[in-house]
């Protein structure tokens, strides 16, 4: 029993030292990707820069893209959680809450959604996000609001656009205000600017 206690908190220390290099080599990478682009970025330079061995880092990554990408899903985890825990909940009449939960992950997580929403970031984190978006408010829309699929392409990309715009300047402003803020003014903007014009349009 002492031996399974003593291996216990061994492996807790090793999990701890884990998490401890993962976030050293996160920070690092993006640090290097608020100055370049993740094509221009290699193992050695992001190695060097947080102090850790080249080994230790090809013991959790392939290189860093892979590396990108792992950070890339952990935050689409945390956003696709907070869409399911809203799942029901109309976007174009009840986004507050929803918005409010999403702009509070982006908060959590500003370090990493700046870069990723900057110049040198992943186009294909952009994309991901749009289909997230896109999931959202497709049933929404074309239950009753949009007349067809073509209409519905326009109005989402307009949208869609628009909401990542608002984002990547809460960001650049350093998310001053606070996410129940930012939720209250993208919601004023779906009931004032879209669900207005829907309205016209039905």
Avoid at 169 to 175: A, E, F, G, K, Q
Wanted: hydrophobic share 40%; with cysteine; glycine share 4%.
């Amino acid at each position: 029993m002492k031996d399974m206690k003593q291996e216990t908190g061994t492996e807790k220390k090793e999990d701890r030292r884990v998490r401890r290099t993962k976030k050293l080599l996160s920070q690092g990478l993006i640090e290097l990707m608020q100055q370049k682009q993740v094509k221009d970025i290699t193992v050695r330079e992001l190695a060097d820069l947080v102090d850790v061995n080249r080994g230790t880092f090809y013991l959790y990554y392939r290189d860093i893209f892979d590396m990108l990408e792992r950070l890339e899903e952990e935050l689409f985890e945390q956003l696709n959680a907070v869409i399911l825990a809203h799942k029901g909940e109309p976007i174009l009449t009840h986004a507050r809450p929803m918005l409010k939960d999403l702009f509070r992950i982006v908060a959590e997580n500003k370090e990493i959604c700046s870069v990723l929403l900057s110049d040198n970031g992943d186009i294909k984190f952009l994309q991901k996000l749009s289909d997230v978006i896109q999931e959202k408010l497709r049933m929404d829309w074309l239950n009753g609001y949009v007349e067809n699929e073509t209409e519905f392409e326009y109005r989402y990309a307009f949208g869609a656009l628009g909401f990542i715009g608002l984002l990547r300047t809460w960001l650049h402003r350093d998310c001053v205000e606070s996410a129940d803020d930012m939720a209250a003014f993208a919601d004023s903007l779906i009931r004032q600017g879209i669900m207005t014009d829907l309205s016209k349009a039905k």
